[in-house]
């Protein structure tokens, strides 16, 4: 079964730092690229960031750069996302999802497969 | 940088209807590059539709999508108990892959 499973969400302060996993299996996780999506309680979708297959290349939207940093251990069939510097803003289901686009072509960010998410509360 | 606007914000039908939603972006967007995605309450979203109109796998032929420019429609033919969820549309290619703000589709 092809499957996504997230894990690592918790309260946090502001100001903190937690690292988020995302954890693969039933397919070959090396070759696609992977992303990170959230939303927050009772809100809509939003981007978070785009990693290729080899690591070698990594995106993030304006809200989260230079805080977040998103990694993946291709041995470990693994996605991470660590978060510092939190804000109350982004308190969120963190959904990994797998990309369905090949990095060849120069696209990326058709979410194809997702994971049920882990719950991110940065409050005091 | 794009915003998507999404239309009605709630569309209350009943079962057997036809359900028609609308995603108006605020600079052409290529169809080859518009995704559309249901999400259950307490449910991860679910790929529908990208490109102009090619289905996910595994999604019923009741789902269809069209349109260019500026304006998307999703139209579900005969909506069934399962079907009633939020609708986000997307656009994917490079950043910033912005989604609109979802429409509801509620059971009437």
């Known amino acids: 079964e092809v499957l996504l499973v997230e894990s690592g969400g918790g309260l946090v302060q502001p100001g903190g730092s937690l690292r988020l996993s995302c954890a693969a299996s039933?397919?070959?996780?090396?070759?696609?690229?992977m992303n990170w999506v959230r939303q927050a309680p009772g809100k809509g979708l939003e981007w978070v960031s785009y990693i290729r297959g080899s690591g070698s290349t990594t995106y993030y939207a304006d809200s989260v750069k230079g805080r977040f940093t998103i990694s993946r251990d291709n041995a470990k069939n693994s996605l991470y996302l660590e978060m510092n510097s939190l804000r109350a803003e982004d308190t969120a289901v963190y959904y990994c999802a797998r990309d369905g686009l090949d990095f060849w072509s120069g696209h990326y960010g058709l979410f194809e497969l997702w994971g049920q998410g882990t719950l991110v509360t940065v409050s005091s | 940088e794009i915003v998507l606007t999404q239309s009605p914000g709630t569309l209350s039908l009943s079962l057997g209807e036809r359900a028609t939603l609308s995603c108006r972006a605020s600079q052409s967007v290529s169809s080859s590059n518009l995704a559309w995605y249901q999400q259950k309450p307490g449910q991860a979203p679910r790929l529908l539709i990208y490109g102009a109109s090619t289905r996910a796998t595994g999604i019923p032929h009741r789902f269809s999508a069209s349109g260019s420019g500026t304006d998307f429609t999703l139209t579900i033919s005969r909506l069934e108990p399962e079907d009633f969820a939020v609708y986000y549309c997307?656009?994917?290619?490079?950043?910033?892959?912005?989604f609109g703000g979802g429409t509801k589709v509620e059971i009437k």
């Open positions: 997307q656009q994917f290619g490079s950043s910033p892959l912005p």
């Open positions: 039933g397919f070959t996780f090396s070759s696609y690229s």
